[in-house]
């Protein structure tokens, strides 16, 4: 059986309580992060597609765990929590990739395709550039919400068939039930964040269609005003899905998550405003002797928001590399 800690070490900020306040706090309040400098990297994910990452490397950069970070929804290598969990990584002695999906970090010009929560090849064709150009000899997935989909995916597609050097993989809120978390992003109580993620992602795809203007029509967007219609009539249509429903239920790291062959932590919290982990995954969860599942009273989404006594008050970040460190 899988290990699941239901009270774990997280104590919420006192001023900090409850689902949404701690998700909008994590998103308005400023962070000082003293991250060191980093080679940008343009890595080939298939002919024609590039993503851009950034490379933190210690002074021994072979023989130290090398840990792949994936953003979520609409974010990039520069989300505050990216930069924040890649400092404490280097700071711990590892070496951290910070991965933009496709079309992320400024690169829209460097892919004719749309990003989305199926790809998880690309985060493997990422990992096998640094195996053979850094020779890496051991590294970690870890992801944030929709790239934390992304990672246990991963994962459960190699199953114990992957790389030798792939030791574990850790995930902040992800979204392994796809449909069931576009729905909940569709609640009233979630308009603001599902109007921003729709007004976003409306507008890079207006960007992509005047890059490619070939490939991408904008007439598509019209009556898009939720995630799962914007996911119906772009996201599944230009990437070789029938339809959102389709598309949710092939993506879906739930499917794969009972083949994770590795060690891998799980942190959700209880009071998420959309994430949702459906019972059948939950115990797929538990029943995999492999995971280790975290579940907070509270935290929001990806957010953890702790006293500054605890470090610098982002609880998930220092728990997912203290997890790593002992792989």
Same mark, same amino acid.
């Given at each position: 059986? *899988?290990?699941?800690?239901?009270? #774990?070490?997280?104590?919420?900020?006192?001023? +900090?309580?409850?689902?949404?306040?701690?998700?909008?706090?994590?998103?308005?309040?400023?962070?000082?992060?003293?991250?060191?400098?980093?080679?940008?990297? !343009?890595?080939?994910?298939?002919?024609?597609?590039?993503?851009?990452?950034?490379?933190?490397?210690? #002074?021994?950069?072979?023989?130290?765990?090398?840990?792949?970070?994936?953003? *979520?929804?609409?974010?990039?290598?520069?989300?505050?929590?990216?930069?924040?969990?890649?400092?404490?990584?280097?700071?711990?002695?590892?070496?951290?990739?910070?991965?933009?999906?496709?079309?992320?970090?400024?690169?829209?010009?460097?892919?004719?395709?749309?990003?989305?929560?199926?790809?998880? =090849?690309?985060?493997? =064709?990422?990992?096998?550039?640094?195996?053979?150009? %850094?020779?890496?000899?051991?590294?970690?997935?870890? *992801?944030?919400?929709? *790239?934390?989909? +992304?990672?246990?995916?991963?994962?459960?597609?190699?199953?114990?068939?992957?790389?030798?050097?792939?030791? /574990?993989?850790?995930?902040?809120?992800? /979204?392994? &039930? !796809?449909?069931?978390?576009? &729905? =909940?992003?569709?609640?009233?109580?979630?308009?603001?964040?599902?109007?921003?993620?729709?007004?976003?992602?409306?507008?890079?795809?207006?960007?992509?269609?005047? !890059?490619?203007?070939?490939?991408?029509?904008?007439?598509?967007?019209? $009556?898009?005003?939720?995630?799962?219609?914007?996911?119906?009539?772009?996201?599944?249509?230009?990437? $070789?899905?029938?339809? /959102? %429903?389709?598309?949710?239920?092939? /993506?879906?790291? =739930?499917?794969? +998550?009972?083949?994770?062959?590795?060690?891998?932590?799980? +942190?959700?919290?209880?009071?998420? #405003?959309?994430?949702?982990?459906? #019972?059948?995954?939950?115990?797929?969860?538990?029943?995999?002797?492999?995971?280790?599942?975290?579940?907070?009273? &509270?935290?929001?989404?990806?957010?953890?928001?702790?006293?500054?006594?605890?470090? &610098?008050?982002?609880?998930?970040?220092?728990?997912?590399?203290?997890?790593?460190?002992?792989?």
């Amino acid at each position: 059986m *899988g290990t699941s800690q239901a009270e #774990p070490d997280f104590v919420p900020h006192r001023l +900090l309580r409850g689902g949404h306040v701690q998700t909008i706090a994590n998103f308005f309040l400023p962070r000082r992060i003293a991250l060191p400098p980093s080679e940008a990297r !343009l890595i080939e994910v298939e002919p024609g597609v590039r993503v851009l990452c950034h490379c933190h490397w210690q #002074p021994d950069r072979q023989r130290v765990l090398t840990v792949v970070i994936v953003h *979520g929804l609409e974010g990039s290598s520069d989300s505050l929590y990216m930069q924040g969990i890649a400092a404490k990584g280097m700071a711990t002695g590892m070496n951290v990739v910070r991965m933009n999906q496709r079309n992320c970090g400024g690169t829209d010009a460097l892919a004719p395709t749309l990003y989305h929560s199926g790809r998880s =090849a690309d985060i493997a =064709a990422v990992v096998q550039n640094l195996i053979d150009q %850094d020779r890496i000899s051991r590294f970690a997935l870890a *992801g944030f919400s929709m *790239g934390g989909n +992304l990672v246990l995916k991963l994962a459960g597609e190699w199953g114990r068939e992957g790389p030798t050097q792939f030791k /574990a993989a850790a995930a902040v809120c992800p /979204a392994v &039930d !796809l449909a069931a978390s576009a &729905d =909940a992003l569709h609640l009233l109580s979630n308009r603001l964040y599902e109007s921003y993620f729709v007004w976003k992602l409306r507008r890079r795809f207006h960007e992509k269609a005047r !890059l490619f203007p070939d490939r991408f029509d904008t007439h598509r967007l019209r $009556g898009v005003t939720s995630l799962r219609i914007f996911d119906d009539k772009v996201t599944a249509y230009y990437s $070789g899905f029938t339809g /959102a %429903d389709d598309y949710y239920a092939r /993506a879906a790291a =739930a499917n794969v +998550l009972d083949r994770i062959a590795v060690p891998a932590l799980i +942190l959700h919290a209880a009071n998420d #405003p959309f994430i949702r982990i459906l #019972p059948e995954t939950r115990q797929k969860i538990l029943a995999n002797r492999n995971i280790t599942f975290v579940e907070t009273e &509270d935290g929001g989404h990806c957010s953890f928001l702790a006293e500054r006594s605890s470090g &610098d008050g982002h609880w998930a970040e220092r728990k997912i590399l203290q997890f790593l460190q002992k792989v």
